[in-house]
């Protein structure tokens, strides 16, 4: 009898601790060979510091990085200048999208992930105390580049106002692009001038035997 309700009390404590468990982890999935779908609002992993303000990378050196759609048939470009996108932000132009194309069959893109911190401090503080406390997730987008991109069977009418409800929950200008449509450098389509050009100088050498002027030392007007 002992040993009956010993066996008895094992089981019914380990059956709650395993009710216990699956309460306690609602969200617990059985074994698939699937990934988790991460979530493009929030870091895979915490800053290592506190983030400052900042600006967008402007690209310098002649980059054309992210101007062009590359996975879809039809992208949205931010235009006007770089800006500083928060999640929830990001958020509401997605959900934008999505409530446009219900019962569609397509697929959406993110090109930006809400990987920078920002953090705020209270009104009317006084000066220093640190930096303040974290308040929301924020993305850095430069000029010219693509946020979100559109696959499927779709029409092109459709994809452009689906964009446009987009563009009206996000701050900035964007524009409707296209896939194959030209690359930006900065804020110059590369649209019948190539990269080599735009890196020259602008004024022309005169490198003709007819048009250099040599120098003199009387000749220099001071």
């Not at 395993?18 to 969200?27: F, Q, V, Y």
């Amino acid at each position: 009898m002992a040993s009956l309700s010993i066996s008895s009390r094992s089981s019914s404590s380990s059956s709650t601790c395993w009710r216990h468990l699956t309460h306690a982890r609602p969200h617990a999935r059985p074994f698939t060979s699937t990934s988790v779908r991460p979530n493009w609002l929030i870091p895979k992993t915490g800053e290592a510091k506190k983030s400052r303000k900042g600006r967008p990378r402007v690209p310098t050196g002649g980059s054309t990085r992210g101007t062009t759609v590359e996975w879809g048939d039809y992208g949205l470009r931010l235009l006007d200048h770089d800006r500083r996108i928060s999640a929830a932000q990001l958020k509401n132009g997605e959900d934008a999208i999505r409530k446009r194309l219900r019962g569609m069959n397509f697929r959406l893109y993110m090109r930006i992930c809400a990987n920078i911190g920002v953090y705020t401090s209270g009104n009317e503080s006084r000066m220093g105390k640190g930096k303040g406390k974290f308040d929301y997730w924020a993305s850095r987008v430069a000029v010219s580049k693509i946020i979100f991109e559109l696959k499927g069977e779709l029409h092109e009418k459709v994809a452009r106002e689906a964009f446009r409800l987009a563009g009206n929950k996000l701050p900035g200008v964007y524009e409707f692009v296209k896939k194959g449509d030209p690359p930006v450098m900065g804020i110059t389509k590369l649209q019948g001038v190539t990269a080599e050009e735009l890196k020259r100088p602008r004024r022309k050498l005169l490198v003709g035997p007819e048009e250099m002027v040599e120098k003199s030392p009387a000749a220099t007007v001071v």
